[in-house]
């Protein structure tokens, strides 16, 4: 009786891709290991449709666990920064350079407004790309007033930075900045006009000739659920709508990746949930057939001998018991993952 192992080889692959990977030296090979499943070619055509229009949109890409989401986030990233396109068929063309801001928000715990994250990414971005940021109007001249009576303390942060004092004062170091203020009990919070960032987002983009800015959010559905209030999910929730609805006038693009639909994921407020809905009209889904080629061109190659072994057992399968769930070609393509484990993973999202 042949064993497993006398059927199937299993060949070494990375088990867990996080998007914030792509900021690593070599990780174009993670743009080798991607497969191009239907659902994955039929999202990379739809965002790059959408880039060739050149007008901003929201898509929601929807996946349960290890069904490569952030790996396409990760590969998506890669291919525009880089502007060039995956062998897809019918791609349409598309002309940059973008801004690409991967934001994983496995990085982020749950008291951290999305607002906030969503900013530092793009600071983070614009200071690495231009070295510049985005900043409320007198923002940090604000910070130095509250903090001039505290001299000592602030050298001792530059120096533990290993930063001068001036540099201090910059978008980078506001987390430690914050941590400063509240040591010295000066508890103070930037006041963020969303449409003054946008538009000094807009004037950087058009002063270095760029087309626009491409968000990729991984893990969004779980970063909403552990929201511990009500007034803190709802208020993520309606930064989310913001983003939308300034997407075209940027132009901006919000591509996130979900584990579940957003609309399980907590209490969202009637009026924002039908704007969303507007705003972000593109919902990509990484389900069941995906997961399926994903196991039998990647995680599974069957030897040589495995094609007449498996039809034999598959026939004995068939005359054993009344009724099989699954066809010769399911059972042939996933051997040894039984078929209905995709039903599964699929009802687990």
């Given amino acids: 009786m042949q064993q497993i192992a006398d059927l199937i080889t299993l060949p070494e692959i990375k088990t867990v891709i996080r998007l914030n990977e792509v900021l690593k030296p070599q990780a174009e ?10 659902e994955v070619n039929r999202a990379f055509q739809a965002i790059f449709a959408s880039l060739a229009e050149e007008k901003g949109k929201g898509f929601f890409i929807e996946g349960g666990y290890g069904s490569g989401k952030s790996h396409f986030l990760a590969c998506l990233y890669l291919y525009l920064r880089s502007q060039t396109t ?8 598309v002309k940059g350079p973008w801004l690409v801001i991967p934001i994983s928000l496995l990085d982020y715990g749950s008291e ?33 007033r509250l903090l001039e009576t505290n001299e ?12 001068s004092k001036k540099e201090l004062f910059t978008f980078k170091y506001w987390p430690h900045l ?10 103070y919070r930037p006041v963020l006009d969303r449409e003054h960032l946008l538009k000094q987002l807009k004037a950087v983009l058009k002063e270095e000739g760029y087309k626009g800015a491409i968000l990729l959010v991984d893990e969004l559905s779980e970063f909403l659920k552990s929201k511990s209030t009500i007034p803190a999910f709802q208020e993520d929730i309606r930064f989310l709508q913001f983003l939308g609805e300034a997407a075209q006038e940027a132009p901006l693009w919000i591509i996130a990746a979900l584990q579940e639909k957003l609309e399980t994921t907590g209490d ?34 069957k030897r040589p001998q ?6 034999e057992l598959y026939e004995h399968f068939k005359q054993t018991f009344n009724y099989l769930p699954f066809n010769w070609e399911q059972w042939f393509k996933l051997y040894p993952v039984h078929p209905l484990t995709i039903q599964l993973l699929d009802e687990l999202r």
Avoid: W
């Avoid at 090979?29 to 239907?38: F, N, S």
């Avoid at 999305?114 to 983070?124: H, K, P, S, V």
């Avoid at 914050?178 to 508890?187: C, T």
């Fill in 29 to 38: 090979v993670l743009q080798t290991e991607l497969v191009l499943t239907k």
């Fill in 86 to 93: 995956p062998s897809v068929p019918n791609l349409p063309k």
């Fill in 112 to 144: 951290v407004r999305l607002q906030e994250i969503i900013l530092e990414a793009i600071n983070t971005t614009l200071e690495r790309c231009f070295h510049k940021a985005l900043l409320p109007p007198d923002f940090m001249a604000e910070l130095e």
């Fill in 152 to 163: 000592e303390a602030l050298n001792q942060l530059a120096k533990q930075l290993n930063i």
């Fill in 178 to 187: 914050h941590q400063l203020f509240q040591r010295l009990n000066l508890p």
């Fill in 268 to 301: 969202i407020p009637q009026d924002a949930f039908a704007k969303i809905k507007d705003r972000y009209p593109v919902r990509l889904l990484f389900a069941g057939g995906h997961i399926e080629e994903i196991i039998s061109q990647r995680l599974v190659k």
């Fill in 306 to 311: 495995a094609k007449a072994y498996l039809e």
